[in-house]
């Protein structure tokens, strides 16, 4: 019994804080416990207009974006994302969305002008403080590429680069 109430708690306790995250600023928030189920797609809630990960990504200019020496252009990685899975790699791109202290870390949406839509978008997780980014600014990403990710409410990732070193290049003006 005394489990079930342990578990119930828990379950409160990260629902009030994912109900918490539509007022925050900053981002992409969400419970870093995985939930019991996920609802499919159709019936799962709407997120709130005002939620800063609502907003969409920023229009920046990709053209000119030379792929890394060594590294992958961000099509490459969804392409090759069962190859790479757990592997580190290294993506130029330009920065289209950054939140900073989402769960302990700052994210960061790069693209590189390469792959069509649902495949053009990168989204790079580093450690809190450690991409000072902005939007518009050229980035060097060197990190290992998860799969599948799924944080509940909605943010899930099919390919996402965790624990990036992220280092801007080139300041947007």
Not at 5 to 20: E, K, N, P, Q, R
Not at 23 to 29: N, V
Not at 157 to 172: H, L, M, S, T
Request: glycine share 10%; proline share 5%.
């Amino acid at each position: 019994m005394l489990k079930a109430s342990t578990s119930s708690l828990l379950a409160l306790s990260i629902l009030a804080v994912l109900a918490g995250c539509a007022k925050k600023e900053g981002g992409e928030a969400a419970s870093t416990a995985a939930p019991a189920a996920t609802p499919p797609a159709a019936e799962a809630p709407a997120m709130p207009a005002d939620h800063p990960a609502a907003k969409p990504v920023a229009e920046v200019d990709l053209a000119g974006i030379a792929k890394a020496e060594g590294g992958k252009t961000v099509a490459e990685v969804f392409a090759e994302k069962d190859q790479l899975a757990g592997q580190k790699v290294t993506v130029r791109g330009k920065v289209v969305k950054a939140n900073s202290g989402i769960m302990g870390k700052d994210w960061v949406h790069v693209r590189d002008g390469s792959g069509a839509e649902g495949a053009n978008d990168l989204t790079v997780t580093a450690n809190a403080g450690a991409a000072t980014v902005k939007v518009g600014d050229t980035v060097l990403v060197t990190g290992t590429v998860a799969l599948n990710k799924d944080f509940g409410m909605g943010y899930q990732y099919p390919v996402i680069v965790e624990d990036a070193e992220v280092k801007a290049e080139a300041a947007a003006e």
